[in-house]
Nanobody, 124 residues
Framework: VQLQASGGGPVQAGGSLRLSCAASGRTFSRYGTGWFRQAPGKEREFVAVISWDVGVTNYADSVKGRFTISRDNAGKTVYLQMNSLKPEDTAVYYC??????????????????WGQGTQVTVSS
């Protein structure tokens, strides 16, 4: 499966962005999908995940209540709606997928497939 992340850009603190992760391949509905982010000089960290089956979700504590992960009905695109953005949310955001991935998958090494990343810059 190939992933294409998009939707990043500059935004002021308190604003919103919606990231998209578009997938190729007919079986993407069998993949759990996660969003991760990496700020300059920091390790890549977990943001959110949606499971492959019934769409159970899980979030990092730092984004709970502000970010929402979802999947479209066709199962081809996963979204990350980001509200109430803060300067500390500035990072390159990556989507990742794993066959039969569950909502407990919050580690980078658990994913086999990665998109190219999209930059999110939040100014104060």
């Amino acid at each position: 499966v190939q992933l294409q992340a998009s939707g990043g850009g500059p935004v002021q603190a308190g604003g919103s962005l919606r990231l998209s992760c578009a997938a190729s391949g007919r079986t993407f509905s069998r993949y759990g999908t996660g969003w991760f982010r990496q700020a300059p000089g920091k390790e890549r960290e977990f943001v959110a995940v949606i499971s492959w089956d019934v769409g159970v979700t899980n979030y990092a504590d730092s984004v709970k209540g502000r970010f929402t992960i979802s999947r479209d009905n066709a199962g081809k695109t996963v979204y990350l709606q980001m509200n109430s953005l803060k300067p500390e949310d500035t990072a390159v955001y990556y989507c990742a997928a794993q066959l039969f991935g569950t909502a407990t998958m919050d580690q980078v090494q658990q994913y086999d497939y990665w998109g190219q990343g999209t930059q999110v810059t939040v100014s104060s």
